[in-house]
T-cell receptor
């Protein structure tokens, strides 16, 4: 089983719909992140959380919200999806200190 | 804030050596990471540098110069499976230690 699991893996949704992307991890890490990836723009940080009671905005948080339900779970919501939110979304986790981040397999979201 | 620059694309021949450069500007440098990402897949960790110098791990090596804001990833004995994007990422202590990525370098290895 993967250490960082994202659901769904693929999703097509209509403009204006609310959608939630879920992430769970078994690594026991406190830190969790949501990134989106677009061609030519690399990975951009949407939100991050360093523990259950900590939520921080990243570079591109507008139009998104998150919930850290438990140490192992970090969800990303699009309250009213729009076509330019079509992208590949990655969840990642890391331990405290100078350690690498571990990524989920990604969620390919298409907003039509 | 942070600014991370990498070349967009590079090509190389199987068996050769390639060097992928990364320059960065950050207010509180706290480590640099290299990741490999095959198309449509998750990034996977390759190397980490926090002190100046060279870190070697098999066919891959990574170098860091903090005074120059510069790093490179060196790939030796290239194989076809090394065709992927290579992402440089910097941890910024003054931005609550979050990990910021460059746009990535797409490497194509030809026979």
């Amino acid at each position: 089983d993967a250490d960082v699991t994202q659901t769904p893996r693929n999703r097509i949704t209509k403009t204006g719909k609310r959608i939630m992307l879920e992430c769970s991890q078994t690594k026991g890490h406190d830190r969790m992140y949501w990134y989106r990836q677009d061609p030519g723009l690399g990975l951009r940080l949407i939100y991050y959380s360093f523990d259950v009671k900590d939520i921080n905005k990243g570079e591109i948080s507008d139009g998104y919200s998150v919930s850290r339900q438990a140490q192992a779970k970090f969800s990303l919501s699009l309250e009213s999806a729009i076509p330019n939110q079509t992208a590949l979304y990655f969840c990642a986790t890391s331990d405290f200190g100078n350690t690498e981040a571990f990524f989920g397999q990604g969620t390919r979201l298409t907003v039509v | 804030g942070q600014n991370i620059d990498q070349p967009t694309e590079m090509t190389a021949t199987e068996g050769a050596i390639v060097q992928i450069n990364c320059t960065y500007q950050t207010s509180g440098f706290n480590g640099l990471f290299w990741y490999q990402q095959h198309a449509g897949e998750a990034p996977t960790f390759l190397s980490y540098n926090v002190l100046d110098g060279l870190e070697e791990k098999g066919r891959f090596s990574s170098f860091l110069s903090r005074s120059k804001g510069y790093s490179y990833l060196l790939l030796k004995e290239l194989q076809m499976k090394d065709s992927a994007s290579y992402l440089c990422a910097v941890r910024d202590q003054r931005s609550t230690d979050k990990l910021i990525f460059g746009t990535g370098t797409r490497l194509q290895v030809f026979p």
